[in-house]
T-cell receptor, first 116, second 113 residues
């Protein structure tokens, strides 16, 4: 089945120790997104890639970076995790076809990040 | 400043009855609205959507209503089933949606037997 896969499901890191979260997709979608969701909060868009074009949200901290080496993979790098970065990180994709409207996002199962 | 608001953190409904989940938005540029369903330890899954040119969209037991003048939408589930117990997120986008969706905080729906 075509899908969005996130690894690992649970990640524990130490305060200030860099961590990378991974996402892959078999949908061949053009757009990949990273969302952060804290407990009882709305998922918050951090950034997205439209093909190779990186789009950062204005309020995404510099501590968060992303890489998309090819269509299938996208990584979220947190350079110096703080306690406030503990959250569920959701990867999503959409078709992103030229002129398309009414885009739906397809989500992975998420990575729950704990910072000790 | 929340652009998509779900003011009920939780809702309890008896099995077989109607569940009504509400959502309000403030951005008049939103033109596409979606509902996602999320089970614990899983990612959100798409449920139903509606374009701003419509006021109703139906898919089986699920119906979404849009009131543009009030900037309000609602999701009706009839009849409610135990498997409907989940967190429901309202989401919105403008201009096609490839720039991402704006989500509400979610409503936890509990279907009681």
């Amino acid at each position: 089945d075509a899908m969005v896969i996130q690894n690992p499901r649970y990640q524990v890191t130490q305060f200030g120790k860099p961590v990378t979260l991974s996402c892959s997709q078999t949908l061949n979608h053009n757009v990949m997104y990273w969302y952060q969701q804290k407990s009882s909060q709305a998922p918050k868009l951090l950034f997205h890639y439209y093909d190779k074009d990186f789009n950062n949200e204005a309020d995404t901290p510099d501590n968060f970076q992303s890489r998309r080496p090819n269509t299938s993979f996208c990584f979220l790098d947190i350079r110096s995790p703080g306690l406030g970065d503990a959250a569920m990180y959701l990867c999503a994709t959409s078709r992103g076809l030229t002129g398309a409207t009414n885009e739906k996002l397809f989500f992975g199962s998420g990575t729950q990040l704990s910072v000790l | 400043d929340q652009q998509v608001k779900q003011n009920s953190p939780s809702l309890s409904v008896q099995e077989g009855r109607i569940s009504i989940l509400n959502c309000d938005y403030t951005n008049s540029m939103f033109d596409y609205f979606l509902w996602y369903k999320k089970y614990p330890a899983e990612g959100p899954t798409f449920l139903i959507s509606i374009s701003s040119i419509k006021d109703k969209n139906e898919d089986g037991r699920f119906t979404v209503f849009l009131n543009k003048s009030a900037k309000h939408l609602s999701l009706h589930i009839v009849p409610s089933q135990p498997g409907d117990s989940a967190v429901y997120f309202c989401a919105a986008s403008e201009g096609g949606g490839a720039d991402g969706l704006t989500f509400g905080k979610g409503t936890h729906l509990i279907i009681q037997p």
